[in-house]
């Protein structure tokens, strides 16, 4: 059974599956470290994907329940 995908197709407010609006943007990569990138972290406004990009990878994380959501294309 393969978890249904979530996609949205523009940052939602609320997590579709828990309801929490810690949604993150998953930046992927190897970003240059910068105070203002070390602070959107620590917000929890940011969580990095890694540099593995696949072409189709989520744009969003929960950090609730780690759900992840994938940008509507169309
Ligand atoms: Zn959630």
Redesign the pocket.
Known sequence: MTQPRYESPQQPHV?P??G?TRIADVLYGLPDFSDELQQDLDAGKIVLGGCCVTGDDPVWR?R??G?EIYKKTK
Request: aromatic letters at 0%.
């Open positions: 997590c599956k828990c929490s929960c609730e329940c759900l």
